[in-house]
């Protein structure tokens, strides 16, 4: 069974840093793109950045210039840097990934809340 395990949330001080961690566990065969999403109270579902098998990446707009996604492929880890944190990014930070495991899916993490806040 394919899991994603996100780390490394939680509170910090507005222009602060967080580094997000995500590792995939389980039968894996291929891991295609990787990405992060954010829900904030009342707001939907928000693309953060996403990292294709190649490297490529994509920050949000809200977030650029304030955020990095890179992967480690044999860790089958995807991590997340986010710097001058403000108060608008608090919002429960969600990983997902397409995975290979008895056919191609679409996986996602239980969630990891970051408060930025004074």
């Known amino acids: 069974q394919v899991q994603l395990v996100e780390s490394g949330g939680g509170l910090v001080q507005p222009g602060g840093s967080l580094r997000l961690s995500c590792v995939a566990t389980g039968r894996i065969l291929s891991i295609a793109t990787m990405g992060w999403y954010r829900q904030a109270p009342g707001k939907q579902r928000e693309l953060v950045a996403s990292?294709?098998?190649?490297?490529?990446?994509n920050c949000a707009d809200s977030l650029k210039g304030r955020c990095t996604i890179s992967r480690d492929d044999v860790k089958r880890t995807v991590y997340l840097q986010m710097n001058s944190l403000k108060p608008e990014d608090t919002a429960v930070y969600f990983c997902?990934?397409?995975?290979?495991?008895?056919?191609?899916?679409?996986?996602w993490g239980q969630g990891a809340q970051v408060t930025v806040s004074s």
């Open positions: 997902n990934a397409r995975i290979r495991s008895t056919g191609w899916s679409d996986y």
């Open positions: 990292i294709a098998i190649g490297g490529s990446t």
